[in-house]
């Protein structure tokens, strides 16, 4: 395990589809981090885990995604009802406990809403 | 107004020019500062911390200024390889919250 995995690279959905999306942090990492990214824009962030605990949502996270991290290891982010507007890259980042830690991101889920 | 402010560029220079970036942040509350790189369609990346004594790696320069809430990258001696986006970043941690804010970045162009 040398860095953030996420899953799927790519994914393209009709419109009103459900999707889920899967990051498997660095191991040893306890906080892990949602954001989200359109074209010309920087990452937004979307939701942070301490461990299994979901300690802050973004206002951007509608009522139609939600994001789990069942056992503080592996996270889920389903978009439920997807829109077109939901289409952007999907980043999962990963840290250590700490101040001062930049945090390293995975290769994140291109979502295409058609 | 957004929490951290850059030029979205582009800066097309050429190779061995210097090229600086600045930022500047809104929320006084922030306490770390990083420059990460994003290539295109890749991941963003961490370049390095900012810290306010100033720090250096290489050709990269990076430096804080707390009172006006300023942050600035400078490269020395570009190279065709420096061409990507530089996302000015900061992190604020209170209470529940910790997580990293984006500019919307900059883009770099080294042209040969």
């Known amino acids: 395990d040398t860095g953030v995995s996420q899953n799927p690279r790519h994914k393209i959905t009709k419109r009103g589809q459900n999707v889920t999306f899967r990051c498997d942090p660095i191991?040893?990492?306890?906080?892990l981090y949602w954001y989200r990214q359109t074209l010309g824009q920087g990452p937004e962030f979307l939701t942070y885990?301490?461990?299994?605990?979901?300690?802050?949502k973004s206002r951007l996270l509608s009522d139609r995604f939600s994001a789990e991290r069942p056992k503080g290891s592996f996270s889920t982010l389903e978009i439920q009802r997807t829109e077109q507007g939901d289409s952007a890259m999907y980043l999962c980042?990963?840290?250590?406990?700490?101040?001062?830690?930049?945090?390293?991101f995975g290769s994140g889920t291109r979502l295409t809403v058609v | 107004r957004k929490e951290v402010e850059q030029d979205p560029g582009p800066f097309n220079v050429p190779e061995g020019a210097t090229v600086a970036f600045n930022c500047t942040y809104s929320n006084s509350a922030s306490q770390s500062f990083f420059w990460y790189r994003q290539d295109c369609r890749k991941e963003p990346k961490l370049l390095m911390s900012?810290?306010?004594s100033g720090n250096e790696d290489g050709r990269f320069t990076a430096q804080l200024n707390r009172a006006s809430q300023y942050i600035s990258l400078l490269i020395r001696d570009s190279k065709l390889s420096d061409s990507a986006t530089y996302l000015c970043?900061?992190?604020?941690?209170?209470?529940?919250?910790?997580?990293?804010?984006f500019g919307t970045g900059t883009l770099l162009a080294v042209q040969p």
């Open positions: 900012v810290y306010s």
């Open positions: 970043v900061v992190r604020t941690m209170n209470g529940a919250t910790n997580k990293l804010i």
């Open positions: 191991s040893e990492h306890n906080r």
């Open positions: 885990f301490q461990n299994e605990a979901q300690l802050e």
């Open positions: 980042a990963s840290s250590s406990s700490g101040t001062g830690y930049g945090y390293t």
